[in-house]
């Protein structure tokens, strides 16, 4: 029996508007932010210790944690900062899908680049 807790985001479809993150279900801001790379590893890390969030169009989004430096590169990447801003994303995936497959509108995660902080 699978825990109701850890679900992974289903397969990517050309018909998700949002095919690289998924939002807390619930009304009350997500704990932690998981992120799911193509190659199959995941991490998840408290919001709580997220120190800061900034959007640039030359280098992508970045979340600076006490413990890791997560950069985000895709393209329409603003609506999932105002999400991350407020703790409202459960998990981030980067795209396995050409990008040119989604909706123009469509955030699209082409890649998660995790830096150990020392």
Known sequence: MSSPFVKTLAP???????????????S????????ELRAGASLALPYAHLGSLSLDAETGLTLLFATHKVL????NLQPL???????????LR??????HRFPAEATVISSIQLELLT
């Open 12 to 26: 990517q479809s050309v018909d998700d508007p949002q095919p690289c993150y998924r939002l807390e279900a619930g």
């Open 28 to 35: 009350y801001p997500a704990l932690m932010l998981r992120m």
């Open 72 to 75: 985000l590169k895709g393209r």
């Open 81 to 91: 900062y105002e999400l991350l801003a407020r703790h409202r994303v459960e998990a």
């Open 94 to 99: 980067e795209h396995v899908t050409a990008a």
